[in-house]
Nanobody
Framework: QVQLVESGGGLVQAGGSLRLSCAASGRTFSVYAMGWFRQAPGKEREFVATISWSGGRTMYPDSVKGRFTISRDNAKNTGYLQMNSLKPEDTAVYYC??????????????????WGQGTQVTVSS
């Protein structure tokens, strides 16, 4: 089992930045791909970013590409999501997730086995 705990959410003005962290405990974190997703009220969970276990591969949707950066420090069992140039439409609960196996499509929530409890990000206009 892997336990994930997000932190770093909060209220920020449009154009500002936040850095989310995802601390993992339990089984060895370094063997899992990690992802970030978000969910706004009344909307489906949306893919935000993913990173391979080595950190060598990352993927983002067009909505955040160039503004968000995913990274991980396997020595610290921690993943990060740096969010810059935030927009009001980025407002959501952000979740980190970890996979326990290689997956063909890391943008799909169904391919992740472990989830954190979420952290609220609110961007004011």
């Amino acid at each position: 089992q892997v336990q994930l705990v997000e932190s770093g959410g909060g209220l920020v003005q449009a154009g500002g930045s936040l850095r989310l962290s995802c601390a993992a405990s339990g089984r060895t974190f370094s063997v899992y791909a990690m992802g970030w997703f978000r969910q706004a009220p009344g909307k489906e969970r949306e893919f935000v970013a993913t990173i391979s276990w080595s950190g060598g591969r990352t993927m983002y949707p067009d909505s955040v590409k160039g503004r968000f950066t995913i990274s991980r420090d396997n020595a610290k069992n921690t993943g990060y999501l740096q969010m810059n140039s935030l927009k009001p439409e980025d407002t959501a609960v952000y979740y980190c997730a970890a996979s326990s196996r290689p997956v063909a499509d890391a943008s799909r929530p169904i391919n992740y086995d472990y989830w954190g409890q979420g952290t609220q990000v609110t961007v004011s206009s």
